[in-house]
Structures are given as structure tokens and as C-alpha cells.
């Protein structure tokens, strides 16, 4: 059974960078596209950024794109999400998924099997 565990979120400061990192358990890491995802209080859940399963090509959402930047280390499992000049707007929780590759639109979060629980990310101005 594939395992998905999020962490390096925290309180910082806006203006400051925060490294994410996610966990690839039960499975063939090299298997799965993975993306980042997040939940600010009361919204739905929003994309913000893809790789493909040899981390060649990634993806990004407008919004984050220039400032967050995702790799991934298939020796060790691991996914990163590298978070620079964060706003109080980028407070949310931060998911990591896993999905087969050419299931779908990679920016959809229904298109991915596997999620992490979360870690909490918040901004103060």
C-alpha cells in the first residue's frame, strides 16, 4: 500500500523560504508522477505544481510559479516542494499526491491515488 508522508511546514515569516519534503512508501517510487497541492481554510483544494516520474518535466500554477519550485530524489524517495518569498496568501495546508502516469489532467486533483495528510504551512505578515 503506497504512503504518502508530508513535512517542514511551520509558522514563518512572509518573505522567508520553507523547504516541503514527502515521503514515498509501499510502492515503486520511479512508478508515479507526483504533485503538490493546498488547501487554504474555507477553499477548495488547488493545484499548484506537477513532475513526471523522472522529475524532467515539471508544471506549475500561475500563481506560484517563479517563487515555488518542485524535485524530486527517486534514490530516496522523496519529493520536495522549495517555497520562496512566501506571502500570508500561501498559508494553507500542503498536500503531496501520487498518480499514474497519463491519468488524466495532472492539474486535477482526481487524477491522482495516493495523498498525503498534510502539513500546515502559515504566513504571518
Known amino acids: 500500500q503506497v504512503q504518502l508522508e508530508e513535512s517542514g511546514g511551520g509558522l514563518v515569516q512572509a518573505g522567508v523560504s520553507v523547504r516541503l519534503s514527502c515521503s514515498f512508501s509501499?510502492?515503486?517510487?520511479?512508478?508515479?508522477?507526483m504533485g503538490w497541492f493546498r488547501q487554504a481554510p474555507g477553499q477548495g483544494r488547488e493545484f499548484i505544481g506537477y513532475t513526471n516520474v523522472v522529475g524532467t518535466v515539471t508544471d506549475y500554477s500561475d500563481i506560484v510559479e517563479g517563487r515555488f519550485t518542485i524535485s524530486r530524489d527517486n534514490a530516496k524517495n522523496t519529493f520536495y516542494l522549495a517555497a520562496d518569498r512566501l506571502e500570508p496568501e500561501d498559508t494553507a495546508v500542503y498536500y503531496c499526491?501520487?498518480?499514474?502516469?497519463?491519468?488524466?489532467?495532472?492539474?486535477?486533483?482526481?487524477?491522482?491515488?495516493?495523498w498525503g495528510q498534510g502539513t500546515q504551512v502559515t504566513v504571518s505578515s
Open positions: 499526491a501520487a498518480r499514474i502516469p497519463g491519468n488524466g489532467d495532472f492539474r486535477s486533483e482526481n487524477s491522482y491515488s495516493y
Open positions: 509501499g510502492g515503486a517510487f520511479n512508478d508515479f508522477c
